[in-house]
């Protein structure tokens, strides 16, 4: 893993230290960590301001991550051309494309979508402007025609079933479907070559569940974490909270949410109200990751009524 490139002003993501210290309760060290952050933002145009400090990230010969803070879409540069996994939005779209073109000139030959959420396939006419095919599963394309939107791309071919091979040049990609676990049609990227997984949602390293979880069946979302934990990988690319990291960060997810469920099931067991559950389940050991306070009784909320309702 290699760093690239770094352009803008850094940003600060939600795992960032110097957000604890502004989460710290003492009002006095508050006050003087956010005049430091204008005094050190000073310096910037209003402009540059507006960027984030994309990065790429060379995770392996040819595969690259470009993003920042809470956007990482994946590239791989073959001999025949590039493939580009999402979008997110124009402006990243333009940013990820000018990032490619210093490392190559070959064409724009795929987009493939990771699945149906508009906030990570928007943007994809830059990519189509080049000469790319739009490609994604089909469950995504079926919900996107019935749902569509101004900002994303109709996709030009689909795949179907639980595996695609796409094939460019001397690269490969694992295109892998592990059924309904987040959104429709989500797809997992896995580059057997570089030994390395791009996934999408189901894995953010070191943070609970965002939010209420939305569109997430919390239990086929195990499952799907746990079948994931069988495949051949070293490095595991995200798409928030971090460009890549090991392996191991796909257990850790699948832990917290079994972690999650075990408590849960153990305040019905003990006869706690069904409301006062959310509020009254902890996780001491997932304590400091990113949105533990705010999102934990959201995240119990979700798999408490996935256990009562089925769904
Ligand atoms: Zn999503």
């Known amino acids: 893993m290699a760093l690239v490139r770094t352009q803008g002003l850094t940003i600060l993501s939600p795992g960032d230290p110097r957000l604890r210290t502004m989460r710290c309760n003492n009002p006095l060290v508050r006050l003087l960590t956010l005049a430091a952050m204008v005094l050190s933002l000073g310096a910037i145009s209003p402009a540059a301001q507006a960027h984030p400090a994309y990065q790429t990230t060379q995770v392996a010969p040819g595969l690259y991550s470009f993003g920042a803070g809470m956007a990482f879409n994946a ?3 073959t001999d025949d051309g590039v493939i580009v996994m999402d979008s997110f939005d124009k402006e990243f779209a333009e940013a990820s494309l000018q990032a490619i073109r210093q490392l190559t000139d070959k064409p724009i030959r795929y987009l493939v979508y990771s699945h149906n959420h508009y906030d990570h396939i928007s943007g994809g006419e830059v990519f189509k402007a080049q000469g790319a095919t739009v490609l994604s599963h089909e469950a995504a394309a079926n919900w996107l025609k019935s749902h569509p939107s101004p900002d994303v791309v109709m996709p030009d071919k689909t795949w179907s079933g639980s595996r695609y091979e796409l094939k460019l040049g001397h690269g490969a990609i694992n295109l892998l479907y592990f059924g309904a676990n987040h959104g429709e049609g989500m797809t997992v990227f896995q580059f057997p070559h570089e030994h390395a997984i791009y996934t999408v949602d189901l894995v953010v390293p070191k943070r609970v569940g965002f939010a209420y979880m939305p569109d997430f069946s919390p239990r086929e979302w195990e499952r799907t974490l746990a079948e994931m934990g069988k495949l051949d990988f070293d490095q595991v690319m995200y798409a928030h909270n971090a460009a890549v990291g090991p392996r191991a960060s796909v257990a850790e997810q699948l832990d917290y949410l079994r972690d999650l469920r075990a ?4 305040e019905l067991n003990k006869g706690t109200p069904f ?13 400091k990751w990113d949105g533990y306070e705010e999102w934990l009784p959201m995240n119990a909320w979700r798999i408490l009524l996935e256990i009562a309702m089925g769904v």
């Open 75 to 77: 590239f791989m540069i």
């Open 275 to 287: 409301m006062k559950i959310p509020n009254t389940v902890k996780l001491p050991k997932y304590e």
């Open 263 to 266: 408590a849960i099931l153990a």
